[in-house]
T-cell receptor, first 112, second 113 residues
Framework: NAGVTQTPKFQVLKTGQSMTLQCAQD?????MSWYRQDPGMGLRLIHY???????DQGEVPNGYNVSRSTTEDFPLRLLSAAPSQTSVYFC???????????FGQGTRLTVV | AQTVTQSQPEMSVQEAETVTLSCTYD???????LFWYKQPPSRQMILVIR??????QNATENRFSVNFQKAAKSFSLKISDSQLGDAAMYFC??????????FGAGTRLTVKP
């Protein structure tokens, strides 16, 4: 029962580098999302997808790209990392809107 | 824009006692969902309880219950018979537009033995 799997768990990047955070779910959920968690601010939505081939922006999308080619996978790409993107990133999936969201264990990203 | 406010950054409770965590939200919608999530030190986000706005009855899950006051836009979480394992960050969340969930800043709960 893997649920939502995020890789890597930790990452250090230099300013300007690019990378992809991976997210995979095995529950056949249509909805998938990416959040960032910063101290004192809770979780904020970056991008989300309501199904394969469909993505949309959340509250804080700048500097991030997503795509959804399969139901299972929803990678998050940082195009040119900045120190302001230092955060903990969570991927989540759900069966449908307004149902329970299942979260991955998070990726702690540090940009130096 | 919908916002969620948790006015208590930290709370403390004695083991076996009851504690209430506060949450207020701002919305012009009438049909939406509210959630409480728990985040222990492991960082895993765990759903505690869920409330549908059109239901007047307050949701309950074992030792966890909510006081949902729709007119006041208030959604507090009551934890009864607190246990050491309840120590965690608790996040209140609002979901109107299916996947656009808004979270509060969180309340850190400490349980004293």
């Amino acid at each position: 029962n893997a649920g939502v799997t995020q890789t890597p768990k930790f990452q250090v990047l230099k300013t300007g580098q690019s990378m992809t955070l991976q997210c995979a779910q095995d529950m056949n959920h249509e909805y998938m999302s990416w959040y960032r968690q910063d101290p004192g601010m809770g979780l904020r939505l970056i991008h989300y997808s309501v199904g394969a081939g469909i993505t949309d922006q959340g509250e804080v999308p700048n500097g991030y790209n997503v795509s959804r080619s399969t139901t299972e996978d929803f990678p998050l790409r940082l195009l040119s990392a900045a120190p302001s993107q230092t955060s903990v990133y969570f991927c989540a999936s759900s069966y449908g809107g307004q149902t329970e969201a299942f979260f991955g264990q998070g990726t702690r990203l540090t940009v130096v | 824009a919908q916002t969620v406010t948790q006015s208590q950054p930290e709370m403390s409770v004695q083991e076996a006692e009851t504690v209430t965590l506060s949450c207020t939200y701002d919305t012009s919608e009438s049909d939406y969902y509210l959630f409480w999530y728990k985040q222990p030190p492991s960082r895993q986000m765990i759903l505690v309880i869920r409330q549908e706005a059109y239901k007047q009855q307050n949701a309950t899950e074992n030792r966890f219950s909510v006081n949902f006051q729709k007119a006041a836009k208030s959604f507090s979480l009551k934890i009864s018979d607190s246990q050491l394992g309840d120590a965690a960050m608790y996040f209140c969340a609002y979901d109107y537009n299916n996947n656009d969930m808004r979270f509060g800043a969180g309340t850190r709960l400490t349980v004293k033995p």
